[in-house]
């Protein structure tokens, strides 16, 4: 990616967002935010150096072995000097990276090609052919974003409407309300009327497809176990019309109180949201729910084209393991208090997905239910080689376009025990 800004520029911040997410693992988007305003870049900077920041986070692994083997070292400002002396290209970078990695191990060679953490692709070769995790890291490291028309507020074809009137490009997918956004993909949108209106919001096409698939299970109260910010919450209410009422729980009531602004603008009757503050794994009820939704928190590996900073803020396994054993908490306490649960992670990491139903049908706490409608043949199996596999669901990046998700709808064996 060539560029006309001054390099000196670019290279300064470049470092300091690096630096940056490194020390304080938040998102890019967050970093460059804070970033850009702290130094007050001028306004015509911001788009170019949102995209080369966003390169340069995407393809972090990648620039780090690069320097190094060209002399410039593995330090930030080696990294960052080393992409300076090809122009910050890009399009170099790919090439070098392909052909300079030829003769490497199979895992070291595909974690520089699409830069990820070497121990994500060890992991992942245990269970994937090759072929196919290049197929999910390659869809992953494209930019991409997803519009889904609010029905709560508007039609499909006033919400087009409103997209062409402010010059949105975009096209139309296998959801009826989904469409992918094709121009523009780097603008921020937060001003554009559509979405300021409700009209229109930003959400991935897994994350929607998620909920498609477990339209017929959406009965009268439902729960959401982690529930912040809402945008799941908000699509069930939109497909369940206004007989639903919902219990929405979330351990930060910062986001709580972000999530009721999201679920009124978008045209949600707050009324018929229950809102709790507390931790999901210990979070207890003085009833029973039909169905529960436990959007767990975790790595994020499956939503990198919308956070690259996700690869550089699990650079070991040492923070899967910490979010797989906050996940089978979560699950664990939910499934006394609900007859389903549906269970999702935006994760490519078996131990965000696989192994965690595993563990909780070994301890038959649950059994995996077969889902089975309009929008199933979305999703494939889970990884191979484990007793869940074809009970369990993975929407995979590159069959849809979109971010990478774990799925398993779950029978409860302990509810009300």
């Not at 974690?111 to 070497?118: F, I, K, N």
């Not at 595993?358 to 038959?364: C, L, S, T």
């Amino acid at each position: 990616m060539e560029t006309i800004l001054p390099h000196e520029q670019i290279k300064f911040f470049l470092k300091i967002l690096l630096n940056y997410i490194l020390k304080t693992r938040v998102s890019y988007d967050k970093a460059f935010k804070t970033i850009v305003n702290r130094y007050e870049f001028p306004k015509w900077f911001k788009p170019s150096l949102y995209k080369i920041g966003y390169y340069t986070v995407n393809y972090y692994y990648s620039l780090k072995w690069l320097s190094s083997k060209h002399g410039y070292g593995v330090k930030t400002s080696g990294l960052i000097n080393y992409f300076s002396s090809v122009g910050f290209s890009i399009r170099k970078i790919l090439s070098s990276i392909r052909s300079e990695s030829q003769g490497l191990s199979s895992y070291r060679r595909i974690s520089l090609t699409y830069s990820y953490p070497e121990f994500l692709v060890k992991d992942l070769l245990k269970y994937v052919e090759i072929n196919e995790i290049e197929r999910i890291l390659s869809s992953l490291n494209k930019r991409k974003k997803w519009l889904r028309i609010n029905l709560l507020k508007t039609s499909i074809e006033n919400a087009l409407k409103c997209l062409d009137e402010t010059g949105i490009v975009y096209e139309k997918s296998f959801i009826e309300y989904v469409y992918r956004l094709k121009k523009p993909i780097w603008r921020p949108l937060s001003r554009n009327k559509c979405i300021s209106n409700g009209y229109v919001v930003l959400q991935d096409i897994s994350s929607v497809l998620s909920i498609e698939i477990i339209k017929n299970y959406l009965y009268e109260n439902i729960l959401d176990a982690c529930s912040s910010p809402g945008l799941k919450l908000s699509l069930i209410h939109m497909l369940s019309g206004s007989y639903l009422f919902s219990t929405a729980v979330d351990y930060s009531w910062k986001r709580i109180v972000f999530e009721k602004k999201l679920l009124g603008k978008l045209g949600i009757d707050l009324s018929k949201v229950f809102f709790i503050n507390s931790d999901s794994t210990i979070v207890s009820f003085n009833r029973l729910f039909k169905l529960a939704v436990v959007d767990a928190p975790c790595s994020g590996l499956g939503s990198v084209y919308s956070d690259p900073a996700v690869k550089l803020n699990t650079q070991s396994s040492s923070k899967i393991k910490y979010y797989s054993e906050r996940q089978y908490s979560i699950l664990k306490n939910i499934l006394k208090y609900s007859e389903r649960v549906l269970y999702i992670t935006c994760s490519i990491h078996p131990d965000e997905g696989e192994n965690v139903i595993e563990r909780i049908v070994y301890e038959n706490l649950a059994e995996p239910i077969e889902i089975n409608n309009e929008y199933t043949r979305y999703l494939s199996k889970s990884y191979p080689g484990f007793t869940i596999s074809n009970k369990t669901y993975r929407i995979n990046p590159y069959q849809v376009n979109g971010q990478g998700f774990f799925i398993a709808l779950l029978e409860s064996r302990v509810v009300g025990k």
